[in-house]
C-alpha cells in the first residue's frame, strides 16, 4: 500500500429487521422540525411512510414533507426543497428513500443556508460548503449507491445536460445515522434490485481497477464481490430471500463508504460515462454503469492486464492453468458478461434511449478522470461510447 490516507465515518447505523425502532432515540438529538423527504411514492405504499410518521409524532415533532424527489434528482427540485427547508426552520432532514432521496437530502444539508446558487458552487465550480450545514438522517429502502453512509450527492441539470456528483470532503455531511432495513428493499421492483446491485458491483471496480500496488483494499473488494455475486444470484432466482438480500444491503454499504478506496488510486471512468448517458436519458443509474462497462473494461484492459487477469481468477474463480495472461483477463469480462445477461441488466446505451446523434452531447457530459489505467481523450471517449450502442 502507497497511499497516505485519513479514515473517518460517523454515520451510526442501524442494521436488521427490528432497526427502525432506533430512530426514535436518534429523534431525541435534534431539534423540533424535521424535514421528512421522500420519492414518488413508493414509501406511502409499503408503509414505510406510516411507520416513519408514528415515530416522528410519538417524539412530538414538526414535521413538514417534500415529496416527489425523483430518480436522478434535479437543481429544480433543489431550489424548491430550499425553500421549504427555509420556512420549515429545519433541525434534521430525514431521507426515507433510494440513492435519490438520500443525496437530495445531503444536496439540501449544504444548500440552505448556502448564499450563492448550489449548482454553481457545488457542481460547477466543485466547492466546500462554508455555510452552515444541516444533519441528516437516512431509512434506506433500496440497496446500491451507499448514500446512506457518504458524503456524496449526484445532482442532475437537465437544461445543460449535465448529472454530477460531489463527494464533500467534510465527514459532516455523511449521513448522521442510517436505518438499514433489508425487509424494506423487498418491494423493489426487480429491475430496480438488479440496477442496485450492479451498481455497487461496479462501486468496488471502480476502486479496484486502479493502481499496481499491493494493498489490504483489493482483497477486502475481492471478497466484497463474490459475496455480492453470491448473493445476487440467490436474489434473482428468488427476491424474497431475506438472507440474500440483507448481505446485499450490507456490501452496498461496505462498498462505497471510503474505506475500500483508502490508501490506493482508483478509477470511476464508468460512472463518468453512465453519468453522461443518464444526463442526457434520465435512465436508471445502474443501468447506465452495466450498459458501458463491458466495451470501457474491454478498451483498458491491455493497460491493467495484471489486475484484470488477478480479477478473473480471484473473483470470478477462473483457472490460470494453459492460458496467458491475457486470456485469463478476457475470461474474467466474458465471465462477467455472462452474469450480467443473467441479471437482466442493460448491455447498451441503445435499450436505455441513447441515439447516435447524442454522441456529441454525451461525449461533452463525460468528465474526465486521470487515475484509471488508461487516461481517455475526448476521441476515446466517443468510441467507447460508439461500442455501447
Ligand atoms: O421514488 P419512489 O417512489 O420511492 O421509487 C423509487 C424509484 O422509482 C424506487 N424505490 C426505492 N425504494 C423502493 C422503491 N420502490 C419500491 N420499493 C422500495 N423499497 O426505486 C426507484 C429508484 O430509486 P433511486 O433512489 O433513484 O435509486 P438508487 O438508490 O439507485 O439512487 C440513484 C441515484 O443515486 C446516485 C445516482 O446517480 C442516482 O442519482 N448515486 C449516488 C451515489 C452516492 N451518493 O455516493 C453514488 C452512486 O454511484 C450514484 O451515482
Ligand atoms: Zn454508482
Known amino acids: 500500500m502507497l497511499g497516505n490516507f485519513t479514515y473517518c465515518n460517523p454515520t451510526k447505523l442501524y442494521f436488521g429487521d427490528d432497526s427502525l425502532k432506533y430512530l426514535g432515540n436518534e429523534l431525541k438529538k435534534y431539534g423540533k422540525n424535521v424535514l421528512l423527504v421522500y420519492g414518488g411514492g413508493s414509501i406511502r405504499k409499503n408503509g414505510i411512510y406510516d411507520g416513519v410518521m408514528r415515530i416522528l409524532k410519538d417524539a412530538g415533532k414538526n414535521v413538514a414533507e417534500i415529496s416527489g424527489v425523483m430518480p436522478n434528482p434535479t437543481v429544480h427540485k433543489l431550489y424548491e426543497g430550499m425553500e421549504t427547508a427555509r420556512k420549515h426552520g429545519t433541525d434534521l432532514i430525514l431521507a426515507a428513500g433510494g440513492g435519490s432521496v438520500c443525496d437530495y437530502a445531503k444536496a439540501l444539508s449544504v444548500s440552505v443556508n448556502c448564499a450563492e446558487d448550489p449548482w454553481e458552487k457545488y457542481y460547477v465550480r466543485f466547492e466546500e460548503p462554508v455555510c452552515e450545514t444541516l444533519p441528516v438522517g437516512c431509512v434506506l429502502t433500496m440497496a446500491g449507491t451507499g448514500s446512506e453512509m457518504n458524503a456524496g450527492a449526484v445532482i442532475t441539470n437537465p437544461e445543460q445536460k449535465l448529472k454530477i456528483g460531489h463527494v464533500f470532503e467534510d465527514e459532516k455531511i455523511m449521513p448522521r445515522f442510517s436505518i438499514l432495513n433489508p425487509k424494506y428493499t423487498l418491494s423493489l421492483p426487480v429491475y430496480q434490485m438488479a440496477a442496485g446491485i450492479y451498481d455497487i458491483f461496479n462501486h468496488i471496480c471502480e476502486q479496484y481497477f486502479s493502481g499496481e500496488d499491493d494493498n489490504t483494499s483489493d ?23 431475506y438472507e440474500a438480500r440483507s448481505n446485499i444491503m450490507w456490501t452496498a454499504a461496505w462498498a462505497l463508504n471510503t474505506l475500500v478506496s483508502k490508501g490506493k488510486s482508483c478509477d470511476w471512468m464508468i460512472h463518468m460515462l453512465g453519468q453522461a448517458v443518464g444526463a442526457l436519458t434520465n435512465a436508471t443509474h445502474g443501468m447506465t454503469l452495466s ?7 474491454r478498451y483498458i484492459l491491455p493497460y491493467g492486464l495484471p489486475k484484470f487477469a ?10 490460470a492453468e494453459g492460458k496467458s495472461e491475457r486470456a485469463l483477463a478476457e475470461a474474467g469480462l466474458d465471465a462477467m458478461e455472462r452474469w450480467m445477461k443473467d441479471m437482466g441488466l442493460a448491455m447498451n446505451i441503445t435499450e436505455l434511449g441513447a441515439a447516435k446523434d447524442m454522441l456529441p452531447d454525451l461525449v461533452r457530459a463525460t468528465v474526465i478522470l486521470k487515475d484509471g489505467y488508461k487516461v481517455l481523450d475526448r476521441d476515446e471517449i466517443a468510441e467507447i461510447f460508439l461500442r455501447s450502442f
Do not use: T
Open 291 to 297: 450498459a458501458v462497462s463491458l466495451p470501457y473494461y
Open 219 to 241: 482483497y477486502l473488494s475481492e471478497g466484497l464481490m463474490r459475496s455480492l455475486l453470491h448473493s445476487s444470484r440467490i436474489a434473482m432466482k428468488d427476491p424474497a430471500d
Open 310 to 319: 488477478r480479477f478473473a481468477a480471484n473473483v470470478w474463480g477462473i483457472s
